[in-house]
């Protein structure tokens, strides 16, 4: 059973960075494409980055720039750099697992079967 562990979130001034890593368990992590989504209180869980098996990448228009998001296939684990950290980024940030390979697929939730447990991370203006 394929299980995904967030980690990394915490309270942070703005203008200031995190790192949230997402372990995955299961020898299948290396097919996978992984991604990255928040949700903040009383919203909707918003896609913010994804990566493909082979590491291409795509992101929301709103973290270009500042997050980065990476995948160590030796470690079973991806990782969301966090840089620049604004008040609105505040939120729940989940990881989510997929077999699909299609990039357009990346942003929607629905493509994702699997889930971790959520991160909270907290901005402070």
């Known amino acids: 059973q394929v299980q995904l562990v967030e980690s990394g979130g915490g309270l942070v001034q703005a203008g200031g960075s995190l790192r949230l890593s997402c372990a995955v368990s299961?020898?299948?992590?290396?097919?996978?494409?992984m991604g990255w989504f928040r949700q903040a209180p009383g919203k909707e869980r918003d896609f913010v980055a994804a990566?493909?098996?082979?590491?291409?990448?795509v992101y929301a228009d709103s973290v270009k720039g500042r997050f980065t998001i990476s995948r160590d296939n030796a470690k079973n684990t991806v990782y969301l750099q966090m840089n620049s950290l604004k008040p609105e980024d505040t939120a729940v940030y989940y990881c989510?697992?997929?077999?699909?390979?299609?990039?357009?697929?990346?942003?929607?939730?629905?493509?994702?079967?699997?889930w971790g447990q959520g991160t909270q991370v907290t901005v402070s203006s």
């Open positions: 990566i493909s098996w082979s590491g291409g990448t």
């Open positions: 299961g020898r299948t992590f290396s097919s996978y494409a």
């Open positions: 989510a697992a997929t077999s699909s390979q299609y990039n357009y697929t990346f942003y929607r939730k629905e493509t994702y079967p699997l």
